[in-house]
């Protein structure tokens, strides 16, 4: 358990106090609100192990400090951004986001995620936040062992076996030296176990047995495979072939591969529905991943016709703002529609029934010339990424009253 871990711990308990604390006082809304709310008021109150009561008990003391700390940073680094483009003044966003800390644990970084800024007294409830999430509703739905989701090895290994498309594996990396060369072709290299696009890495082959990288950096073939097993001894390490998207996508990126979260959840009779999509690109000088906590933007896609909407970043810097084109290509966005999305759709809700055991995946997919292929599955999925782009979060979506019936089934169990 690191440190870093156990702080971001420490701000979902934060960002979860006066929740739960409303959850006591049975301040809720709706009757899936209802079994959601006690199912985190619950898990809340009562911690697992001496780590998690220290947690709490510093989120208790603390949280003056970080809601106070937190509204002055964000106010400071978006602020004026927000006040030119909307109108609202300063002290008037600082104010609105103490208000929603106390009426739905909205911490500052969300109140500009989700655009509370606008409207925020009527929306900030309608979302599902990570303290939810993150803490709750995924841990307890989860089962200790099932398919495996989060090691990225064993998952292609899994998809292979079930017949399901994934990206080549060319090499695994554990501090040793392989017995053969890294293969000329173009690669992409990722921790076996990471999220967020951290750790990743890019290789064209530009010449026979010559690799380069984004900036421009060249080795051979023998330089580059010593690098990586130099890392792989402090990570373990996963050589896939680069995938190139679909002509139709090529314009809507800087040159990441475009990927679309599909999130899914079984129904009441345990049967996979797609939920919400959205798609991530890259932009800038970033050519490598498309993940929005790196620096990547998306867009909602319109679950009937594929159709994408505004682009946007995450949110929490204001500054980029949202737009219809791409900013390097000046492709649409707004407007485009996915290609194969009906494929896409088909193919997420196929795999699922491959990890039943799982109630909610989060699936990476990326459309080629040929059709979708799986990049990854998520059974802790970011619902950020996706609500950040809805006018209306997911606690007034089907999604809510899916999470409540299987909460209700888990704990009737």
Not at 115 to 131: S, Y
Not at 181 to 195: C, E, H, Q, S
Request: charged share 25%.
């Amino acid at each position: 358990m690191s440190v870093a871990d156990s702080a971001e711990r420490i701000v979902y308990r934060v960002a979860g106090l006066p929740v739960a604390v409303g959850a006591l006082l049975g301040v809720t809304s709706t009757e899936a609100d209802d079994t959601l709310r006690a199912a985190f008021s619950t898990q809340y109150w009562h911690p697992q192990g001496v780590g998690e009561w220290v947690e709490l008990v510093a989120a208790i003391v603390l949280w003056p400090v970080a809601l106070v700390g937190a509204c002055t940073w964000f106010t400071c680094r978006n602020g004026r951004v927000i006040r030119r483009r909307f109108g609202k003044s300063i002290p008037s966003q600082f104010k609105e986001q103490l208000q929603l800390y106390f009426r739905a644990g909205i911490l500052s970084p969300w109140y500009y995620i989700f655009a509370l800024h606008d409207e925020g007294e009527a929306r900030a409830e309608t979302f599902i936040q990570r303290f939810e999430t993150k803490t709750c509703y995924f841990r307890v739905l989860k089962r200790r062992k099932g398919t495996p989701l989060q090691d990225k090895t064993r998952f292609a290994a899994f998809c292979a076996e079930h017949g399901i498309r994934t990206v080549e594996t060319v090499m695994q990396l554990a501090g040793e030296n392989p017995r053969e060369a890294l293969p000329d072709r173009d690669l992409f290299v990722k921790p076996t176990r990471g999220r967020g696009g951290r750790g990743a890495e890019r290789w064209d082959l530009v010449a026979p047995g010559t690799f380069a990288g984004p900036g421009g950096e060249k080795l051979s073939g023998e330089a580059l495979l010593g690098r990586l097993v130099a890392q792989s001894r402090n990570v373990r390490l996963i050589i896939q072939q680069r995938m190139r998207p679909h002509p139709d996508l090529v314009p809507l990126t800087a040159g990441a591969l475009p990927t679309i979260r599909v999130l899914t959840c079984l129904n009441e009779d345990r049967a996979p529905e797609v939920i919400a999509a959205m798609m991530r690109t890259s932009f800038g000088t970033n050519r490598t991943v498309d993940n929005l906590h790196a620096g990547g933007i998306g867009t909602l896609i319109d679950l009937s016709s594929g159709m994408l909407g505004k682009a946007s970043n995450l949110g929490s810097d204001a500054r980029l703002g949202w737009f219809s084109t791409h900013p390097d290509t000046g492709a649409d966005i707004e407007g485009h529609v996915v290609p194969c999305w009906e494929e896409v759709k088909a193919s997420a809700i196929a795999a699922h029934r491959h990890f039943n055991d799982r109630v909610v995946v989060g699936w990476d997919v990326a459309v080629l010339e040929d059709g979708p292929i799986f990049i990854e599955g998520n059974g802790n999925p970011d619902l950020d990424i996706m609500q950040r782009f809805m006018r209306v979060g997911l606690r007034e979506q089907r999604f809510a009253e899916l999470l409540a019936y299987h909460l209700g089934q888990r704990s009737a169990a």
